[in-house]
């Protein structure tokens, strides 16, 4: 392939007193090439504001949806689909008028076409989203003087390209005269217009005076019928390269080349950087000073994540801290010199309105129901959604700053979904893993989210996209599906280590890898796993032995429900007294031999949507408690506050029935706490958990239940209840074995292992997708 010759003096500089247009073709133009040219040419759109951008393309335009919810591609201002039969706004979707009315009148109607061509031999239908457009596959020898003569005659226009593609268009109608239409609606001179393609169906683009580029390794038809324009340029590098190029040769760009993968943001040191909504340490004021200390009660998975940073390994933890604004904030901190030499807490400071928009409002309100599938209790505000962009942004230049040229940075949870898209813009160069800690639905509650385009096109910017469980897994690509085009590349089988039928989040495979946008993204299963030394060492505290004996005296002869959670609609709290009231009204043996221990954990203060919630939750509590009391028994104990880690230990040891029964839970880890509880301490209790929580599809041997059905919620817990002996030791040995085997380290080091696993690999697909595209 050679570069068309020409002297300087035949291309003068675009003028930049005006504000300029690039028109391109999208497949083997402005989709293809190197990643690193791509990289590069996005960036300066996205930051030149002398700039208008036009899609150009053949495909119609249901089909470029997708491509406007990939963050790295810049957002067009413009968009001509259908070969110039569509035009709208990039922005607003909506028709550009009256151009589109023109096209529109003197297009007959697509059945009118179909008709006419239908016993037409060699012509094969393309089973592509169009309008205003019928297109075919056919063969050079179908296209005939006769073929072209039949369509002329319906006052239509025949296109033919590349030896296979044949588009039957209104009279008129091409690319280039979309594009000189759009230029004398937007008042553009025809001289600010560049205009980019590579094959024979852009040859009309550079037959009305655009300045134009033929990219690197386009169609030879092209070529030829543009070896003779002396206002044509024909690239030596194929797609964006061959752009850049141009904006070079015309005078438009003169910044130097971004060194292969890497982006504009500055590079720090460290090899991994975990993004989370928490600190690893708390921070609290006392005389007027901010101080740390370590949380209090930690969840598990803030010291497994401190875990891999042993042995001085450079690392960076990016979370969110509350500050004023003024001097004195220190944007990163030692998290601890001795143990952690050298992990930094980076420091994302953000003012009281941040933190109640972005995490107590938005995400609780917005995000938080939908995910459990409560949509209708969803609330959308455009306003938040800019906070949370915002705050999203901020953690993502975090990040970007503070991670060496090629590491790993470990993003969770939904609150910084956005995280991997302004990351993959600022770095290319980073491998981005995000895992979900929450529940993910299918794609008929998800798609209610006014955003779902944007937050699926950031997601599917990581490089590995971990969730709990198969179904989530599935769930996500379901989602996927309806918004972009998606390869499956992988699918494995999920027995045995889930339910496939045996639960209602069981599923018999699961995809592992896709690709969409020219990139592969890995997809696992990692059931979050539990710090089994944490309830070790609370069994071995004198507070533990002690509140076990007052609890052996206080039930003795009755059997002990109990029941943990947050206040919250998923968890089916109030669902389960009412299960509960039905039992003891259906069997008055009951009454005085069995006792339910609620421990529910109240909501911040500020959350004020859980109020009604709670009342009815006491409401209920005082109603069983009025109607089946005597004196020396109160059926329902109650505890509305948070309990110490160890005496929550304690009921768990002494507890005969563990009843957690969330109507939707990402995974729930407090029915683990009671297995490890029952295996340190060789009891035989009963798990009764629901089929709706992700750990039903992992800790075989627990009583499965329906949450949405009352009598169900009563048989099951009766059944355990009832349950022989040797069926509650052999189940509990199933379910520690379990909980011992996939504990919290082997979560965090195997998910670690299947994102180092995809090094080299999205990029590998990338440079073979510009090479092929």
Not at 330 to 359: C, H, Q, W
Request: charged share 25%; with cysteine; proline share 6%.
């Amino acid at each position: 392939m050679t570069r068309t010759e020409t002297t300087s003096a035949s291309f003068r500089p675009l003028p930049r007193q005006h504000p300029w247009l690039l028109a391109t073709d999208l497949d083997g133009t402005f989709l293809a090439g190197s990643p690193e040219r791509r990289h590069e040419l996005y960036q300066l759109l996205s930051a030149r504001t002398d700039l208008r951008l036009v899609y150009v393309t053949g495909r119609g335009l249901e089909s470029v949806l997708p491509l406007l919810s990939d963050p790295s591609l810049p957002r067009p201002d413009y968009i001509v689909c259908d070969v110039g039969g569509t035009l709208v706004d990039g922005r607003t979707l909506q028709p550009v008028q009256p151009l589109q009315e023109g096209i529109d009148a003197r297009w007959p109607g697509e059945r009118k076409v179909i008709e006419a061509l239908g016993a037409w031999p060699g012509l094969e239908r393309q089973d592509v989203p169009q309008d205003r457009r019928v297109s075919y596959f056919c063969e050079p020898g179908a296209v005939t003087d006769a073929l072209r003569a039949h369509v002329e005659s319906m006052d239509l226009d025949l296109l033919y390209s590349a030896d296979r593609y044949l588009d039957v268009l209104p009279r008129g109608v091409s690319k280039g005269a979309a594009l000189v239409a759009l230029a004398e609606h937007l008042d553009v001179p025809r001289d600010s217009i560049l205009v980019a393609g590579d094959t024979l169906n852009d040859l009309s683009m550079y037959q009305h005076g655009f300045r134009g580029v033929c990219v690197g390794e386009s169609e030879i038809g092209l070529l030829a019928q543009t070896e003779a324009l002396g206002h044509v340029l024909h690239a030596r590098e194929p797609g964006c390269g061959g752009i850049l190029e141009a904006l070079a040769h015309f005078g438009l760009h003169d910044a130097p080349p971004v060194p292969a993968g890497v982006g504009n943001a500055p590079c720090g040191e460290s090899e991994l950087v975990i993004v989370y909504h928490r600190l690893p340490y708390e921070e609290y004021v006392a005389d007027g000073e901010v101080r740390r200390r370590s949380h209090a009660s930690p969840n598990g998975i803030i010291p497994t994540l401190l875990s891999f940073f042993g042995q001085g390994r450079k690392g960076s933890w990016v979370a969110w801290t509350q500050h004023a604004g003024g001097e004195g904030f220190e944007p990163n901190t030692m998290v601890d010199a001795e143990r952690y030499p050298g992990l930094t807490a980076s420091r994302v400071a953000l003012s009281k309105t941040e933190v109640d928009i972005f995490y107590k409002q938005f995400s609780k309100e917005a995000f938080w129901p939908l995910l459990h599938t409560f949509w209708e209790r969803a609330r959308f505000r455009e306003d938040h959604w800019r906070v949370y962009l915002r705050v999203n942004r901020a953690f993502a230049e975090r990040a970007a700053a503070e991670a060496a040229p090629g590491a790993t940075v470990w993003i969770h949870d939904y609150n910084l979904w956005m995280v991997p898209a302004y990351l993959r813009e600022m770095r290319p160069d980073l491998r981005i893993a995000f895992f979900h800690h929450t529940y993910f639905p299918s794609a008929d509650v998800f798609n209610v989210v006014p955003w779902r385009r944007e937050i699926l096109g950031s997601l599917l910017q990581c490089d590995y996209v971990g969730f709990h469980i198969p179904r989530q897994v599935e769930n996500f690509v379901d989602v996927v599906r309806g918004v972009q085009p998606v390869t499956v590349l992988e699918r494995e089988p999920c027995a045995p280590r889930y339910l496939t039928y045996g639960c209602a989040v069981g599923i018999e495979r699961m995809t592992s890898a896709l690709r969409t946008h020219g990139r592969t993204v890995r997809l696992g299963a990692h059931p979050v796993g539990l710090d089994l030394d944490r309830v070790r060492n609370a069994l071995r505290s004198d507070v533990v032995r002690q509140r076990r004996a007052e609890l052996e005296q206080a039930f003795a002869g009755r059997k002990l429900i109990l029941s943990v959670e947050r206040l919250d609609y998923t968890k089916g709290t109030l669902e389960k007294l009412q299960a509960f009231e039905q039992m003891l009204a259906s069997d008055p043996e009951l009454h005085g031999n069995v006792s339910l221990l609620c421990i529910c954990v109240p909501a911040a203060r500020e959350m004020t949507v859980y109020d009604e919630l709670q009342h009815k939750i006491e409401q209920a509590v005082g109603r069983i408690n009025g109607r089946f009391s005597r004196v020396g028994y109160v059926p329902v104990q109650f505890f509305f506050r948070a309990l110490p880690f160890e005496e929550v230990v304690a009921y768990y040891a002494e507890a005969d029935v563990m009843w957690i029964t969330p109507l939707r839970d990402g995974l729930n880890l407090v029915c683990k706490e009671y297995v490890a509880t029952q295996g340190l301490t060789r009891g035989d209790g009963v798990l009764v958990l629901s089929e709706f929580a992700g750990a039903a599809a992992e800790l075989k041997g627990a009583l499965l239940t329906n949450p949405h059905d009352t009598s169900d919620l009563a048989t099951v817990c009766l059944n355990a209840l009832r349950m022989p002996r040797a069926e509650r030791r052999s189940r509990i040995r199933g379910l520690v074995d379990i909980v011992r085997h996939h504990d919290i380290a082997r979560w965090g080091q195997g998910f670690l292992a299947a994102v180092d696993a995809t090094a080299g690999e999205t990029a590998a697909t990338e440079a073979d997708a510009a090479l092929t595209g």
